[in-house]
Nanobody, 124 residues
Framework: QVQLVESGGGLVQAGGSLRLSCVASGRSFSGYNMGWFRQAPGKEREFVAAINWSGGSTNYADSVKGRFTISRDNAKNTVYLHMNSLKPEDTAVYHC?????????????????WGQGTQVTVSS
């Protein structure tokens, strides 16, 4: 069993930056692909970014490409989401997710483990 705990959310003005962290319990973290998803009020959960088990491959939603960077530190069991040039439309609860089967990608249903989420609010 893996538990994921996100942190780093908050209130920021448009154009600002935040770094989200997701710490995983369990010894298998380094073998998992990891992803970040977000859900705004009244909207479906959407893919933001993903990183493979080694950190050598990443994937981003078009809406965040060039502004967000996903990274991981397997020694610290942590995955990060660096968010720059934030926009009001980035406002959402951000969840990290773990994919032990390494199917990977943008589809939420392939991720077996989920954190509770951290709120990001971007004011205009």
């Amino acid at each position: 069993q893996v538990q994921l705990v996100e942190s780093g959310g908050g209130l920021v003005q448009a154009g600002g930056s935040l770094r989200l962290s997701c710490v995983a319990s369990g010894r298998s973290f380094s073998g998992y692909n990891m992803g970040w998803f977000r859900q705004a009020p009244g909207k479906e959960r959407e893919f933001v970014a993903a990183i493979n088990w080694s950190g050598g491959s990443t994937n981003y939603a078009d809406s965040v490409k060039g502004r967000f960077t996903i990274s991981r530190d397997n020694a610290k069991n942590t995955v990060y989401l660096h968010m720059n040039s934030l926009k009001p439309e980035d406002t959402a609860v951000y969840h990290c997710a773990g994919d032990p089967l390494r199917v990977g990608g943008t589809r939420a249903y392939v991720y077996a483990y989920w954190g509770q989420g951290t709120q990001v609010t971007v004011s205009s």
